[in-house]
Nanobody, 123 residues
Framework: QVELVESGGGSAQAGGSLRLSCKGS????????MGWFRQAPGKEREGVAS????????YFSDSVRGRFTISRDNAKNTVYLQMNSLKAVDTGMYYC????????????????WGKGTLVSISS
């Protein structure tokens, strides 16, 4: 089993920055792919970014390219999402996810999900 615990959410002004963290515990093979989804109020969940243990990265949302950066510390089983130049449309719940592979980032089919952390951006 895998447990994912997010932290770092909160409120910020537009143009500001936040850094989300997610610490995973459990089977290391199930932490091979870690990533982030987000869900804005009234909208479906969308994949933001994923990162393999070997460092391979993919961004799934064009709206975050150049503003968000995903990274991970394998020794700590922790994935990060550095969010810069935040906009009001970035407001929502951010969920950490994990699985053996990242294929589940399409269609929100990742096996393991954190409880989420709320990000609120005011303009």
């Amino acid at each position: 089993q895998v447990e994912l615990v997010e932290s770092g959410g909160g409120s910020a002004q537009a143009g500001g920055s936040l850094r989300l963290s997610c610490k995973g515990s459990g089977s290391s093979s199930n932490l091979n792919c870690m990533g982030w989804f987000r869900q804005a109020p009234g909208k479906e969940r969308e994949g933001v970014a994923s990162i393999y243990e070997d460092g391979e990265i993919r961004y799934f949302s064009d709206s975050v390219r150049g503003r968000f950066t995903i990274s991970r510390d394998n020794a700590k089983n922790t994935v990060y999402l550095q969010m810069n130049s935040l906009k009001a449309v970035d407001t929502g719940m951010y969920y950490c996810v994990a699985d053996r592979i990242c294929a589940g980032m399409r269609g929100a089919r990742m096996d393991y999900w954190g409880k989420g952390t709320l990000v609120s951006i005011s303009s």
